[in-house]
């Protein structure tokens, strides 16, 4: 994965635009196989969970005797999950530096992972709220932040360095959440006056937050990119292995990219 990366990172900016970006680096034709069954343990990244669980019902309509079980949280809960042997058979990250990470310990699938989707970081507060832009962000009396160990965290975190505020943000009242959703729930609950969110996150609640602003681009320089691949699961039967392969397949196929799309 990594010797390609710069050459699929271009690649990827050149194809994707708006909010949420979908990116094909298949055919974007699904083979159907009837005869499909099995267990399939997927570990997605918090900001994925509602056009995932769209696409497995989708899956589903056309193969019901899969069985799709979910786990989402932070991408470096999720890594940790996977070091320390909990069973699963595909990995969507919300950055790279996770997959890679598994990559590099043969718990990931190298040939398999790929770079599929892209989103964008924001800053929100509550409907209704006193606006507070990234360049007076330390105006505000608290923020909510995910925790270093999460993407969307190290996301803020070189945003503030880059806008060299790192220590005043760091003197503000912060709740720091375990997940981007615990960051984006803060916010629309009023818990909070700001906090940093992807903005498919914020487009999901868009009756509770607004959206201040993205993230300026000198001041986030790392793309926001979802890789996704398969996991070695050694408790994983045939069945499963199968099936697991076909989904994988399906996520990045163009029904499933147009489920994300609309999740944009």
Do not use: H, W
Request: contains cysteine.
């Amino acid at each position: 994965m990594k010797g390609g990366k710069n050459m699929r990172k271009k690649l990827i900016a050149a194809m994707m635009a708006g909010v949420l970006s979908a990116g094909m680096f298949s055919t974007g034709v699904f083979a159907a196989d009837t005869d499909l069954k099995g267990e399939v343990n997927i570990f997605i990244a918090a900001s994925l969970s509602n056009a995932m669980e769209e696409i497995q019902k989708d899956f589903n309509e056309t193969y019901p005797d899969v069985e799709i079980l979910y786990n989402a949280d932070s991408s470096g809960t999720l890594q940790t999950q996977i070091e320390e042997g909990a069973r699963c058979d595909i990995f969507f990250s919300a950055a790279d530096k996770q997959m890679d990470a598994l990559v590099d310990e043969d718990l990931a699938k190298k040939d398999t992972v790929e770079d599929i989707l892209e989103n964008k970081v924001v800053l929100i507060k509550p409907k209704d709220g006193e606006t507070k832009g990234f360049e007076n962000i330390t105006d505000a009396a608290n923020i909510a932040l995910a925790g270093d160990s999460v993407p969307v965290g190290q996301y803020s975190r070189e945003i503030f360095d880059n806008l060299g505020i790192t220590d005043e943000v760091n003197k503000m009242e912060i709740n720091e959440g375990k997940n981007v959703s615990e960051v984006l729930a803060a916010v629309s609950e009023g818990s909070n006056e700001i906090g940093i969110v992807y903005a498919t996150d914020a487009a999901s609640v868009a009756d509770k937050v607004d959206v201040i602003a993205e993230a300026p681009a000198d001041a986030l320089k790392t793309q926001v990119l979802y890789p996704v691949g398969l996991i070695e699961d050694k408790e994983a039967s045939e069945d499963d292995t199968a099936a697991a392969e076909a989904f994988l397949e399906y996520i990045k196929s163009d029904d499933a990219m147009k489920v994300f799309e609309k999740y944009g």
